[in-house]
């Protein structure tokens, strides 16, 4: 009986998903490789998509510590609807963002901050970046900060997207899925390599 259950579950959820996609890179401080990330869409019947983000590294600076994030962003038929970003630092919870739709835009609650209201539909996330190159969008939705960001064409296949703490992220496509992400923040110049 149990056993028909779970392959009744198996059979619910396959029939559910349409595609998922999952993307691998290492994370890279110089050349010293010092965690992972891993970006899965999952598309499902009816037009909903869901878009995972996670990560894991370790920096040795003025000490050590692991900063561990999960970042989620549900979208139904291709507009925002919800998205969750969690990050810790050696298991502590440093930053929280919660983002959902309303009937005129989006709520966004950040730890530590007030509320925000952003009006409009959110068509593009800065959590697709990885498996969509950005071509003709000039802005995208920063799941972490709850705010848009602007997007610059540098070259052929790169893009610029300026964070609100300053940072840039320089992101490189290959056959639309990129292929590499560079951010220059304060602290270090961090390098995102797809794996093949």
């Known amino acids: 009986m149990r056993i028909q259950l779970v392959y009744v579950s198996l059979l619910m959820l396959v029939s559910v998903i349409a595609q998922a996609q999952a993307l691998t890179y290492s994370i890279l401080v ?3 490789p010092v965690g992972q990330l891993t970006a899965t869409e999952s598309a499902y019947i009816g ?3 869901v878009v995972n983000i996670d990560s894991k590294l370790t920096i040795s600076f003025i ?3 692991v900063i561990e994030s999960h970042q989620m962003a549900y979208f139904r038929r291709r507009v925002l609807q919800e998205a969750e970003q969690i990050i810790t630092r050696n298991g502590k919870l440093k930053e929280q963002t919660v983002v959902k739709r309303t009937a005129s835009g989006y709520q966004v609650q950040r730890k530590g901050e007030n509320d925000l209201t952003i009006s409009g539909e959110v068509l593009f996330t800065m959590g697709q970046l990885y498996h969509h190159e950005p071509k003709g969008i000039s802005q995208v939705f920063s799941e972490r900060f ?3 960001c602007a997007v610059r064409v540098v070259g052929a296949g790169q ?3 300026t964070l609100p703490n300053g940072s840039v992220n320089r992101y490189t496509y290959g056959r639309g ?3 590499r992400m560079e951010t220059t923040s304060n602290l270090k110049d961090v390098r995102f390599e797809r794996r093949p």
Request: glycine content about 22%; overall charge negative; proline content about 0%.
């Open 47 to 49: 037009g909903s998509t």
């Open 159 to 161: 893009y610029e997207v």
């Open 177 to 179: 899925v990129c292929q």
């Open 63 to 65: 000490g050590s510590f």
């Open 30 to 32: 110089g050349n010293d």
């Open 146 to 148: 709850g705010l848009l």
